[in-house]
């Protein structure tokens, strides 16, 4: 039976390229703004194209904060793509005449990408977290970035007894280091499009369904 993934739709943009590639990989995908539907998936499936707080307003709007957080409170799969990484962070420096703050879901401000050119905008290699379950089998790929905006600091250092389940953070460059991707228990995020990133996205797509 395949597993079942909604595409939660709050108004992000052109989705359509997330519900082909996750298609293709195996899944059954709904895109749907629908709380209920989000909630009861498998697997949860967030997008992000465009501002910061046009994200974080478009997601309150449609329950996002609410589905996201008891979804990971009951241990249910979330991956956050591009902006829909950034929305789980504390806030963005991202100009706006009106600013939101982000999910904090984890420590960190999304700040602009110093480089000389900018926006980030297309294909760059990762820097992959040992033990990485979502990047097995393309460590070594390059994946499609478009972006100005990044987390270019983790502070959410686990030690202790809690060492063994510490995320696992993936990093590239542009400018200055930047946090790629994310995998911390149910939540999973890139800050690349893996659904336009060629046969090495649709392999990721295919490992996360794959744990859903």
């Not at 997601?59 to 789980?88: D, E, F, K």
């Not at 420590?107 to 000389?116: I, Q, S």
């Not at 970035?145 to 590239?172: C, D, K, M, N």
Request: proline share 5%; with cysteine.
């Amino acid at each position: 039976m395949s597993a079942d993934v909604v595409v939660l739709d709050y108004g992000s943009g052109n989705v359509r390229s997330a519900v082909r590639a996750l298609e293709r990989v195996g899944a059954t995908v709904t895109l749907t703004s629908d709380p209920v539907r989000a909630l009861e998936a498998d697997g949860l499936f967030v997008p992000g194209v465009g501002n910061f707080h046009a994200c974080i307003a478009g997601l309150a709007a449609a329950h996002g904060p609410r589905i996201i957080g008891r979804r990971i409170s009951g241990g249910r799969a979330v991956l956050g793509v591009c902006v829909g990484m950034q929305a789980l962070f504390d806030g963005s420096t991202e100009p706006s005449d009106h600013p939101l703050e982000g999910l904090a879901e984890w420590p960190g401000t999304v700040e602009r990408l110093p480089a000389d050119v900018v926006p980030h905008m297309g294909w760059s290699e990762v820097e992959v977290a040992e033990g990485s379950r979502l990047f097995a089998g393309v460590e070594h790929e390059r994946f499609y970035f478009v972006h100005s905006y990044a987390v270019q600091q983790w502070t959410l250092e686990a030690t202790g007894a809690f060492a063994r389940v510490a995320p696992a953070v993936t990093w590239a460059r542009h400018g200055a280091k930047f946090v790629a991707a994310v995998e911390n228990g149910p939540l999973s995020a890139t800050q690349f499009h893996p659904e336009k990133s060629g046969d090495a996205g649709l392999h990721l797509l295919e490992n996360w369904v794959r744990d859903l």
